[in-house]
C-alpha cells in the first residue's frame, strides 16, 4: 500500500502540521516509516506542534502503537508538541501505559562489534560442535554398513542401480577429457625435459607409474567431488528444506540407510572402474604426445609402459580410489543433511561438501603416501 494512502500531511496557519492517518494500520501491510514525518517537520518552517486526524481510520493494530511512539521520539528530540486529542481512545491509553513503564536498562541488544577473543571462542565452539556430528554421522553410518552386511538394511535396490549409473557411466565424457589432457601435461612436461638428455623413452614410465599410483585416483576423486558430491549435498539439502527427510523418520524409516547408504554403496563400487579407465585414459594421452613429439612409435611407448608399471601400482590406485569414493559420498551426503531451511543454504551445503570433498581426499592421498612407503610398496 502506498503511504500516501495511509498517511498525509497538512500545514495549517498556527505553525501546526496535522497528519491525517487513513486507511488499514497493520502488519501485513506496507506502513510508511517515521522518516517521512521527520523530512517534512525538519522542513522550513519548522513547526510548532504536531496534531492527528483519525476520522478515515478503519483498523489498526500494534503497527500504529509503534508508529506513534517513533513519532513522540522524534518531537521530544525537536522539541515540538505532540497533541494527542485526535487519536482514538484506545490509543491513547496504550500510548499512556507504554510511556509509564519506562525501557530496562540494557533491555537494547548492544550491537558493537565482538571483540578478537569472542570470535575464537565462537568459531572454536562451532568447530567443536561440527565435529560431533560429524562423528556422530560417522558412528550411524557404521551401523547402517553392519545392518548391510546382515542383509537387513531397507533401501530400494531401483534406486541403488540409478545412483550406480549416474556414478558410472554418466560420469565417462568428463573423465575421459580430463584424464586424457592430464595425460598430455604430464608426458609434455617430463618430454621437456628428458629430451635433454636423449631419454625419451622414459616419458613411458613417467606417465604410466604416475597415472598408476596417484594421478588416475586424485583426478578422478577430485572430479567426481565436484560433480557428484555437490550433486549429493544439493539433492539431500532440497529434500531437507522441503521436510522430506522428515517425512521419512515419521514414517519409521532411516534416512541414513534409505537415502545416504545406497550412495556410498554406488560411488565405493563404482570409484574402482573410473580409476581404471581413468588410467587407461591417461596413458593414451602419454602416448599421443611420445609417438606425435618424440617420434616414438606405439609399440615402444606401451612395451616400456608395461615395464614400467606392476601390480602392485594398479591395486594400490584402485584401492586409493574406493577409499576416496567412500570420502566424497560421505562429505556430501553430511553436507546435504546438515543444510539450513533456506535455498541459498543448498547452494552453501554443495560448496560446503566440494572444499570438505577434496580436503579429505588429499589428506587420505597423504597419508596413503607415508603407509605405502613404510610398507615398501
Known amino acids: 500500500m502506498a503511504s500516501s494512502e495511509v498517511l498525509s500531511f497538512e500545514r495549517t496557519g498556527d505553525a501546526t502540521v496535522v497528519l491525517r492517518l487513513s486507511g488499514s494500520w497493520s502488519l501485513q501491510g506496507g506502513l510508511p516509516s517515521v522518516a517521512e514525518v521527520e523530512g517534512y517537520v525538519v522542513s522550513a518552517p519548522r513547526p510548532m506542534g504536531i496534531s492527528f486526524d483519525t476520522r478515515r481510520l478503519t483498523i489498526w493494530d500494534s503497527s500504529l502503537l509503534t508508529f506513534l511512539s517513533k513519532v513522540a521520539e522524534l518531537c521530544q528530540q525537536q522539541r515540538i508538541t505532540m497533541d494527542r486529542s485526535g487519536l482514538p481512545s484506545g ?50 553410518m557404521t551401523v547402517a554398513f553392519a545392518r548391510l552386511l546382515r542383509m537387513k538394511a531397507r533401501y530400494r535396490a531401483s534406486d541403488l542401480f540409478l545412483l550406480i549409473q549416474e556414478c558410472g557411466a554418466q560420469a565417462l565424457p568428463i573423465i ?54 555437490a550433486a549429493f549435498a544439493a539433492r539431500l539439502g532440497t529434500m531437507k528444506v522441503t521436510q522430506e527427510i522428515d517425512a521419512f523418520t515419521a514414517a519409521g524409516f532411516s534416512a541414513l540407510e534409505f537415502l545416504v547408504l545406497p550412495r556410498v554403496v554406488a560411488l565405493a563400487l563404482m570409484m574402482p572402474l ?31 609402459t608395461t615395464r614400467a608399471i606392476t601390480l602392485t601400482d594398479t591395486f594400490g590406485g584402485v584401492f586409493k580410489s574406493s577409499v576416496y569414493g567412500v570420502l566424497i559420498a560421505l562429505s556430501g551426503c553430511l553436507r546435504g543433511l546438515q543444510c539450513g531451511n533456506s535455498s541459498s543454504a543448498v547452494g552453501d551445503a554443495a560448496t560446503s561438501a566440494v572444499v570438505s570433498g577434496i580436503v579429505a581426499i588429499i589428506v587420505a592421498c597423504g597419508i596413503f603416501s607415508v603407509a605405502f612407503y613404510i610398507l615398501g610398496i
Open 176 to 229: 575421459t577429457l580430463i584424464s586424457f589432457l592430464v595425460g598430455v601435461i604430464l608426458a609434455f612436461v617430463g618430454a621437456v625435459q628428458l629430451k635433454q638428455f636423449g631419454g625419451q623413452i622414459y616419458v613411458a614410465d613417467l606417465v604410466g607409474i604416475a597415472m598408476m599410483r596417484e594421478m588416475g585416483a586424485m583426478m578422478t576423486a577430485i572430479i567426481m567431488a565436484g560433480r557428484t558430491g
Open 274 to 304: 573410473l580409476c581404471l579407465y581413468s588410467d587407461f585414459i591417461g596413458l593414451l594421452g602419454g602416448a599421443a604426445i611420445g609417438v606425435g613429439m618424440l617420434d616414438l612409435s606405439w609399440t615402444t611407448y606401451f612395451q616400456e
Open 91 to 140: 490509543v491513547r491509553r496504550l500510548l499512556d501505559l507504554a510511556e509509564a513503564v519506562p525501557e530496562r536498562k540494557g533491555a537494547r541488544k548492544e550491537t558493537a562489534a565482538p571483540l578478537l577473543l569472542e570470535r575464537v571462542g565462537n568459531t572454536t565452539i562451532a568447530t567443536a560442535g561440527s565435529a560431533v556430528e560429524m562423528l556422530a554421522f560417522l558412528g550411524e
